[in-house]
């Protein structure tokens, strides 16, 4: 797991993100109206919607919020018109920084994350040029406790899967994005409980931030652009030590 993985971990186990479960509820119900109003209602021949749907019911989100979430993207039901937006940028100490937003007015957003970046040590980029450092993939997490390391990647792998990693408490499964699908199919088959399932940016490659004050001020934007309303995910190349990591929590 990446630094800013384990981080948000951390974070969790805590409780620290109490106030962030009322904006992730907000956050996928959204990303059901967008999924939806691009490529209709029906997940069967929609599979960005399919994912996103399977993504709220991992989150608890109640099926009849996510049923009107997707009548409102049919445009069945009235809501908001919102749009996919990415932003690119540089934390502290040469971090590449993926922002992924949701949003009904463009330059509004656009404006505020570019302030966030500014206010926080980091420097807002033009497209293109940190998202080249990252690789779309799909993620699935099963409870180790659920299945063994070899049974599990031999079932995942079978299906699709490129990889498996130790993820704490949880085996990680890496996928192609086009089969993250499958491959949740493929375990749940078998009976094993899936965690969770979604789509992901991953950097091939991190930066290291050994000292405390480089990853402080590194989560420190982090923290910043996650609590904008309009932000979906925060994706970063950094990566940091276990000692640090417990210091900063």
Known sequence: ?????????????????????????????????????????DPDSNATLRTMISKARDNSVPSDTIQRAIRRGTGEEEGGNYEAINYEGYAPNGVA??????????????????????????????PGAVSWQFERKGIVHVDKTAISEDDLFLMAADAGAEDIADAGDEWQVTTPPTELHAVRTAIEAEGIAVKSGALTMIPPTVVELPEEAAAKAVLRLMDALEDHDDVEAVYANFDIPEKVLEALS
């Open 1 to 41: 797991m990446s630094g800013h993985s384990k981080w948000h971990s951390i974070k969790h186990k805590k409780g620290a993100a109490d106030k962030a479960r009322g904006k992730l509820f907000a956050v996928l119900i959204r990303q059901i109206e967008v999924a939806a109003r691009a490529g209709g209602g």
């Open 97 to 126: 920084v993926y922002v992924q937003c949701l949003s009904d007015n463009r330059n509004r957003t656009g404006a505020e994350i570019k302030n966030i970046f500014s206010k926080n040590g980091g420097a807002f980029a033009e």
